[in-house]
């Protein structure tokens, strides 16, 4: 297929979103740099609602660009997941680029854009370069984000940290494809995939290196262990919006596309990874939830606990080989769960900290008494965070280990259950807070912004719905096709 072949307007989505991300840039060069800007905000949502429009009616029929870029149901629905997900973290910067100044609203709306780009490239992807292309997108958007305030030591040293960090990640992932490239001749996972059980028959330990060398990769990208050691500084230092893009957004694109590297590209050769990712979920379940239990700074805190959330989510990876299908719906289904619990935190997180001038878990004390919706809502993100009955959380868990157990690693699915019991103490560290500790004698009632409420009542009902009635997404993921044209 040649370019003047190929259907250009399946990219329509992708196109459409670039061009209003420079059309943000551009209104906000033209109405000055300095100044309060809610209705780039506000553009910005609307930007992303047009591109999910465009997403649900102009991908729905699936199609592809050679074996370059792929329309399928996978794509679609993690298209739609991410867009979603960051049109809440926007409505979650509005209230908080009001309360820091020193944040430029248009060329952080438009990068946060330019991030949403890069990860829509990635989920299509089917070919190493675009897939490297759409990840240092995402990449170079989210370096940027993590480092806005930039009067701030934190916020410096964090974006320092990610870039450093970051950069060595990219290079492994490319190492390990030039490998690929260079005993193939190919950059289409496709072909690859094909050739694959022959490679490793041939080249044993070059083939091993090179699945090694972008595990790593890809480890750091979606910060499990030992690749975490970034997420606590840089959650940190981040402003709180994008500490909610990185640990939700950024993280579920980062499985997306492990998902498309290990079905098309090493699926034939499955014994090869499958123990080792195993290994790695349970560590990372077991590390990142016993460290969050020292915690006492929030966004530390929550690092830990997405740390914890990468390990759940990478057992149906290693349960994919023997489960087939079922293991993308139970990760699609975690991640919507995870996506609206999470962002629902940060938001209250947001919000409660802005006000306290403290991320110190602290800040909580009394929340009950001053915004009484805010603390009910907060418990119900918690408590689907560690995975209790009646919320989506508990759901998605339950799915997972029940996947891990027909995939006969009962061993993993009983650490998964062990750990999900450590992550209640942590969380109620929170609850505790809120509850049973008296607010501080100059803290006054918390009146909650029409966008940060708007995010909370969207993530609470979808958290306690899907709790309870989860099979309006279950059917739905039963009648597609995964992976289509694999």
Known sequence: ??????????????????????????????????????????????????????VLFMNNSGGQIADLYLIDSF???FKLIILVGVAMVIMISLHYLDRNEEIYQGEYYSILLFATLGAMIMVSSADLITLFIGLEILSISSYALVGFKKHHRHSTEAALKYVILGGAASAFILYGMSFLYGLTGSTSLLEIGQVMPTLFADYTVIMTISLIFMLVGFGFKISIVPFHMWAPDVYEGAPTP????????????????????????????????????????????????????????????MAYSGIAQAGYLLVPVAALPFIGTFSINMILFYSIAYLMMTLGAFAVISLVT??????????????????????????????????????AGFIGKAHIFFGAAAADMLWLAIIMIVMSVVSFFYYFGFIKQMFMTAPKANDEELKVPTSLNAVITVALAVTLILGILPNIVLDVFNTFNWFALF
Not at 264 to 270: A, I, N, P, R, T
Request: hydrophobic content about 60%; glycine content about 6%; charged content about 10%.
């Open 242 to 301: 994008v500490t909610a893009f990185l640990s939700v957004v950024s993280k579920i694109a980062g499985f997306a596309i492990v998902l498309r590297v290990f079905t098309f590209g090493f699926l034939g050769v499955h014994e090869e990874w499958v123990m080792i990712i195993a290994v790695l979920a349970a560590v990372t379940m077991v590390l990142g939830n016993i460290i969050a239990l020292t915690q006492k700074n929030t966004k530390r805190l």
């Open 75 to 77: 794509a679609m629905v």
């Open 354 to 391: 802005e006000d306290a001038g403290t991320n110190d878990l602290s800040s909580f004390a009394g929340l009950f008494q001053r915004a009484p919706y805010l603390a009910i809502s907060m418990t119900v993100f918690l408590v689907s965070l560690a995975g209790l009955p009646l919320t």
């Open 1 to 54: 297929m040649t370019a003047f072949d190929a259907n250009w307007s399946l990219l329509t989505p992708e196109m459409v979103l670039a061009a209003l991300a420079l059309l943000v840039f551009t209104i906000d060069f033209m109405t000055g740099i300095h100044g309060k800007k809610p209705f780039i905000g506000k553009l910005s949502v609307l930007s992303l609602l047009v591109t999910a429009v465009l």
